[in-house]
Nanobody
Framework: QVQLVESGGGLVQAGGSLRLSCAASGRTFSSYAMGWFRQAPGKERQFVATISWSGTTYYADSVKGRFTISRDNAKNTVYLQMNSLKPEDTAVYYC???????????????????WGQGTQVTVSS
């Protein structure tokens, strides 16, 4: 089992930037795909971005070109750099770790075996 702790959320004006971090512990971080998801009030949790153990990335269309996912295996941490933020990006952002090593990219909720507690991102207009 892996433990995940997100940080870096907050309140920002439209057009601004935030960088989310997700620190992992409890198993070999570098061998697993990681992902970011978000959940707005009254909506289902949805995919945002994912990164494989080797660094391959994949993004939801809604954030492509604005968000960048990266990982530092030496620090057991995955990041989400969010630029050009929009009010519709407002949500609780969750970090997720792949359920096993066979998952290459965590683009679906069923790919995730462990979740962090979430961090709130609020973008004002």
């Amino acid at each position: 089992q892996v433990q995940l702790v997100e940080s870096g959320g907050g309140l920002v004006q439209a057009g601004g930037s935030l960088r989310l971090s997700c620190a992992a512990s409890g198993r070999t971080f570098s061998s697993y795909a990681m992902g970011w998801f978000r959940q707005a009030p009254g909506k289902e949790r949805q995919f945002v971005a994912t990164i494989s153990w080797s660094g391959t990335t994949y993004y939801a269309d809604s954030v492509k070109g604005r968000f960048t996912i990266s990982r530092d295996n030496a620090k057991n941490t995955v990041y989400l750099q969010m630029n050009s933020l929009k009010p519709e990006d407002t949500a609780v952002y969750y970090c997720g770790a792949a359920v096993n090593r066979r998952v290459v990219l965590t683009a679906h909720l069923t790919d995730i075996g462990s979740w962090g507690q979430g961090t709130q991102v609020t973008v004002s207009s």
